[in-house]
């Protein structure tokens, strides 16, 4: 983890820092999303609450401005342009694809950006390694630790020898998780079997022939294969295969069977700390970038999702605390 708020001290010294230009115009902050989705409209709450929780209110001690692109890459420089015409003390990034793009479009500009929602913000090559920051550029990964998702996936199918992984090769963080999750799964006991998928349109006929060749299938926090969670679970159920998911929300939709996820709004608190750390003069080349604890990692498991697939509640998941209707 990079270093974070650390006791009253801290507290107090960001709080003084603040009274300090309470007479100065709001620190104004963009905001740059990818597209409308409940996951990262969670990470913007989650980014939002860390100033509110630091003595920020909106409208008062800062300004959020923030803009999306309905998931059209293709607009994203003309959105970050436009962010960055509004002299902001730094702009919020949420997604690779969308980071990316931003460190390029803001070369130059002196405007440091946080990101959230990157999974492997290294093999994406915005940052040099989890140790520390870019030049302007750092902040909150929503990776997941892949030895507690197996330890949660061997106790969903405790039957299953082979896990099956969807992954879209024109993605890096997609590509990333690849090597990860063999490495756990071979930990786990478990064969790892991947397929690529490329294009929405394939996933009814790739999630078939994958599901042919695993016991259970855990669907990554893809930009592709997330958004089409429902054509997944179509696929799925054919051969009564269980799907792990990497975001709750389609399990809460009773869509997919079970997920074990980390919070979205606690990764958008995450990059709201190191934003704050950033508005108060540090460096972010000097700030690492935050991986989610094992304790952000949560289970669910729907009732909806298990009667959809054929499947039953496994003894060992019981008393979880983690079933819903």
């Known amino acids: 983890m990079s270093k ?95 980071t990316q793009i931003a460190r390029q479009t803001l070369a130059g500009t002196g405007i440091p950006i946080v990101f959230g929602v990157v999974t492997d913000p290294v093999s994406a090559g915005l940052v040099p390694s989890w140790d520390k920051g870019a030049p302007n550029l750092t902040g909150a990964s929503d990776r997941m630790d892949m030895d507690v998702v197996m330890e949660f996936v061997r106790k969903f199918a405790p039957t299953a020898k082979s896990l099956g992984l969807p992954y879209n090769p024109g993605e890096a963080n997609d590509v990333a998780l690849l090597e990860v999750t063999k490495k756990a799964g071979e930990n786990a006991g478990l064969t790892v079997v991947s397929v690529g998928v490329d294009a929405v349109n394939d996933i009814p006929q790739r999630i078939t022939s994958l599901a042919s060749q695993a016991d259970v299938i855990y669907l990554p926090t893809s930009n592709l294969l997330q958004p089409a969670a429902s054509a997944v679970a179509s696929a799925a159920r054919q051969t009564k295969t269980p799907v792990v998911n990497s975001n709750d929300l389609p399990v809460i939709e009773g869509v997919l069977p079970a997920s074990i996820s980390v919070s979205y709004e606690q990764v958008g608190y995450n990059a709201g700390k190191i934003a704050i750390e950033i508005v108060n003069g540090t460096d972010p080349e000097t700030i690492a970038p935050v991986k989610a604890s094992p304790a952000d990692h949560k289970p669910l498991i729907s009732r909806r999702g298990l009667a959809a697939f054929g499947l039953e509640l496994p003894p060992a998941l019981a008393g979880c605390g983690c079933i819903v209707d």
């Open 4 to 98: 974070s708020f650390k006791g009253l001290g801290a507290v107090l010294t960001i709080c003084a820092g603040f009274a300090g230009t309470a007479s100065a115009e709001p620190v104004r902050i963009g905001i740059a999303n990818f597209g409308e989705d409940p996951a990262l409209n969670q990470a913007i709450e989650g980014f939002k609450r860390a100033f509110r929780d630091a003595g920020m209110t909106e409208g008062d001690k800062v300004v959020f401005s923030a803009s999306h692109t309905n998931f059209d890459s293709s607009l994203v420089p003309q959105m970050i342009t436009k962010l960055a015409s509004e002299k902001p003390a730094l702009i919020y990034t949420q997604t690779t694809p969308v």
